[in-house]
């Protein structure tokens, strides 16, 4: 009796791990069907980044104000 509940228990098992595989297959199918620069275009640029500009005269770089 105690192989019968061993081996249903081990057959519920491996289901429960062929749903769970089959659930994150897809999700990470899904996941790669998107292109990587959708994800860049969505971030937003950091606070602390400054845009620079050269100076014509000296040819040095400068902030933009």
Known sequence: MTEVLGG?????G?????KTLKR???RLQ????QPVYAKARKARPDASYTRL???PVTGKYRPLD
């Open 53 to 55: 500009v050269q100076d």
């Open 30 to 33: 899904e996941t790669m069907a």
């Open 14 to 18: 491996g289901v429960f791990l062929y």
């Open 8 to 12: 249903i228990a081990l057959f519920a």
């Open 24 to 26: 994150e297959m897809e």
